[in-house]
């Protein structure tokens, strides 16, 4: 019985698991039409640029624009240093 239940926690763990992880990453709320304000605030809050994440969930994504957005925000971004 413990081989049994071995092999379904093992095939949770290895298929189930990182499906539950990658899709609470973004979801539909995350999605918006100002693709510039969205980069700009991942860029600014020091978000890694997630254009493709995005592109996954929401329809009409503006990877240019995105990625603008979050190039200027992360500009913005308080550095170490004080």
Same mark, same amino acid.
């Given at each position: 019985?413990?081989? !049994?239940?071995?092999?379904? #926690?093992?095939? #949770? #763990?290895?298929?189930?698991?990182?499906? !539950? !992880?990658?899709? +609470?990453?973004?979801?539909?709320?995350?999605?918006?039409?100002?693709?510039?304000?969205?980069?700009?605030?991942?860029?600014? #809050?020091?978000?890694?640029?997630?254009?493709?994440?995005?592109?996954?969930?929401?329809?009409?994504?503006?990877?240019?624009?995105?990625?603008? +957005?979050?190039?200027?925000?992360?500009?913005?971004?308080?550095?170490?240093?004080?």
């Amino acid at each position: 019985m413990g081989g !049994l239940v071995g092999r379904h #926690f093992a095939r #949770f #763990f290895f298929f189930i698991a990182p499906a !539950l !992880l990658t899709a +609470g990453c973004a979801t539909n709320a995350d999605c918006t039409s100002d693709w510039y304000t969205k980069g700009w605030s991942d860029g600014r #809050f020091g978000s890694f640029a997630q254009a493709d994440l995005y592109a996954k969930r929401c329809p009409g994504v503006d990877a240019d624009a995105y990625n603008r +957005g979050w190039r200027d925000g992360d500009t913005e971004r308080p550095r170490g240093g004080y």
